[in-house]
């Protein structure tokens, strides 16, 4: 049998020759038939032998034998196996052979979208599926993965829509924190606040969440919704006029409304660049977590720190805007009763945050 043809070419010259070749390509077309087969029976024998199925559609596939159904079938069946494996992404790429052999395979489309959607390729299981039934309309199993990415793909477009909807009401409001001239920092205090974040109303007026700190007892109260207009005063009358709630760690009644002082410390850490603020911002709305650049700074060597009293009759803004009056995320106010031992300590510098 001539094996190898002479002079190196592929074409045979001689009657005998032919027929070698034609004997050789019978016996491809029968191994590969064989080991198509072999591989079925492995299936059908359980999981443990999923491996030995595998080996064999490749040793069908690598006779390379002309009979494109018979190719389009192999390798289905491997994508098959595969996916009974895990194998998502094997049985996908299969599945595309599977596909370029025979764009009749309806198994081939079935056996792809299913792994494409396992890979989360939604836009390529959808094709998968939606070719599929083309070809076979009453599927019922491609039209379950057909629906299965319509929906990821319809919330995956939503999600990028809220995305992109958070990320402009950011950059609006890192831009009107920019032209009032308030600074931000690293945020310190979320863990007090539920990750809160300022937010704008219609009217392009910020409403900022704001934590009183009782700073002797380390005991907060939280204002939601603090109006950059309002001033101090009113809520302060709120949480300790006539007829507020008293505090019960307030033994000796020192913080009254006469006596109540508020302070912030100023320089409290490193102005946040605008794209980090739009990045803090961004944190909550669209599930990340922000690790901002200055993690590693000693905010406390930034610049000279010291507590400055707030005016209450001031507003929010004109103290917030304050060129050492660095937010910790949001703003805090530390609350202190005047005259009394722990304000002297306080104002002295002998008191610090835990």
């Not at 895990?86 to 596909?99: K, M, V």
């Not at 379950?144 to 319809?154: R, S, T, V």
């Not at 320089?267 to 590693?296: C, I, T």
């Amino acid at each position: 049998m001539a094996l190898f043809m002479p002079n190196g070419t592929d074409v045979p010259e001689t009657d005998a020759e032919r027929a070698d070749l034609d004997a050789i390509q019978a016996l491809k077309e029968s191994s590969a038939i064989e080991y198509k087969e072999d591989g079925n029976k492995f299936v059908k024998m359980g999981k443990k032998h999923y491996s030995d199925a595998i080996d064999c559609y490749t040793k069908a596939i690598g006779q390379k034998i002309p009979d494109t159904l018979h190719n389009s079938v192999c390798y289905a069946n491997r994508a098959h196996v595969n996916l009974l494996l895990g194998n998502n992404r094997r049985a996908f790429e299969d599945a595309q052979e599977a596909i370029k052999f025979n764009r009749a395979n309806v198994k081939a489309y079935f056996r792809g979208a299913k792994a494409a959607l396992a890979l989360k390729l939604i836009p390529e299981a959808l094709d998968m599926a939606e070719k599929g039934l083309e070809l076979d309309p009453l599927n019922t199993e491609l039209k379950k993965i057909g629906d299965q990415a319509k929906a990821i793909h319809h919330e995956e477009d939503a999600k990028k829509k809220r995305d992109s909807e958070a990320l402009e009401k950011a950059k609006k409001l890192t831009a009107l924190l920019e032209g009032r001239t308030v600074n931000i920092g690293k945020a310190t205090f979320n863990h007090l606040t539920e990750g809160r974040k300022p937010w704008v109303d219609k009217s392009a007026m910020i409403h900022w969440p704001v934590l009183f700190v009782h700073a002797e007892v380390m005991v907060s109260d939280f204002i939601e919704d603090f109006f950059e207009m309002d001033t101090f005063g009113g809520h302060l009358d709120i949480n300790y006029g006539d007829g507020s709630p008293s505090l019960l760690w307030d033994t000796r009644h020192e913080y009254t409304r006469e006596r109540v002082e508020l302070y912030y410390l100023s320089n409290a850490a490193k102005p946040l660049s605008n794209k980090h603020v739009v990045r803090w911002l961004l944190e909550n709305d669209v599930g990340r977590q922000f690790k901002d650049v200055n993690d590693d700074d000693d905010s406390d060597d930034y610049k000279k720190q010291r507590w400055v009293k707030v005016d209450e009759r001031a507003t929010l803004h004109s103290v917030l805007s304050r060129p050492d009056h660095i937010i910790s995320g949001i703003p805090v106010f530390f609350v202190v009763a005047t005259g009394t031992r722990f304000c002297k300590t306080f104002l002295s510098g002998g008191w610090s945050i835990p």
